[in-house]
């Protein structure tokens, strides 16, 4: 799965493609080591932003697994004059970095996002007053449990630098973006849902998401229509989710069922 090229900008990815370096060894045996109560922008984050020659990182969790967590949640290593600013005036409602990312399963280079509106123009451009960066790039998190998050690096480098930069080390990154948040879960005492489905609320959803109808799936399983409709909406329930089509991508999603092909 990690052998892939995108198109639009030419990155590749692929373990079998490179060579960790012994630096992200290290910063991995760093991230895993952070316990409740450490601090993980002073003592991982700008060890990150060092070791790779970046002038900050930040991570942004949008969607975890904690209903008490006012979100969104950030460990982000850059100045408090920008965090209060960016806060106090919402800007994760406009920022075109996250609403980019979240649209993306792939990296997004902030420099090939084009700004739509005056609010956007005016984020990136207080961003470089406060001496955020001139280039960045985000990776964006998706979680089995159905979180959300983005990891962003952030540099001050000619193109010819950045260009290099993304070729050399983006999958080093793209793998520390998920050790960082699966460190993040551990800090905020957040778990992955435990969902236990009956084998026929996992048949049935199975079938579902192969496009079969209530009739169609009854057939099948030799049961009655209002017996699949049944089973599906217990499934439904036990996911949290809204209809069955939502319960089908979330148990794709969490490894319940296998995609369809």
């Not at 990296?107 to 984020?123: H, R």
């Not at 690096?153 to 950045?162: A, I, K």
């Not at 290099?164 to 778990?191: D, G, M, P, W």
Request: charged fraction near 20%; glycine fraction near 6%.
């Amino acid at each position: 799965m990690w052998n892939m090229i995108d198109v639009r900008t030419g990155w590749k990815s692929g373990l079998d493609m490179m060579k960790l370096t012994p630096q992200f060894h290290l910063l991995v045996d760093k991230i895993d080591a952070v316990q409740p109560g450490d601090d993980l922008a002073a003592d991982v984050l700008k060890l990150v932003a060092e070791s790779y020659g970046m002038t900050h990182v930040a991570y942004m969790g949008l969607q975890l697994p904690v209903a008490e967590q006012r979100l969104p949640l950030g460990y982000v290593t850059y100045p408090k004059s920008w965090i209060e600013r960016y806060v106090s005036q919402e800007y994760v409602k406009a920022d075109p970095v996250v609403a980019a990312s979240l649209k993306s399963i792939l990296p997004t280079d902030w420099g090939s996002i084009k700004l739509k509106s005056k609010s956007q123009i005016q984020i990136f451009g207080e961003a470089k007053e406060f001496g955020i960066g001139t280039q960045g790039i985000t990776f964006p998190i998706r979680g089995r449990g159905g979180e959300k998050a983005l990891l962003s690096v952030v540099g001050n480098m000619s193109e010819r630098e950045w260009s290099s930069f993304k070729r050399e080390h983006i999958c080093e990154l793209n793998l520390l973006a998920f050790h960082i948040h699966q460190t993040v879960l551990h800090i905020i005492n957040a778990s992955t849902p435990q969902v236990s489905l009956s084998p026929r609320e996992v048949e049935c959803l199975k079938w579902a998401a192969h496009g079969k109808t209530f009739e169609d799936i009854g057939d099948i399983l030799d049961i009655s229509m209002n017996t699949v409709r049944m089973y599906l909406d217990m499934a439904r329930h036990k996911l949290n989710c809204l209809n069955i089509t939502h319960a089908v991508a979330r148990a794709i999603k969490m490894e319940l069922i296998p995609p369809p092909y």
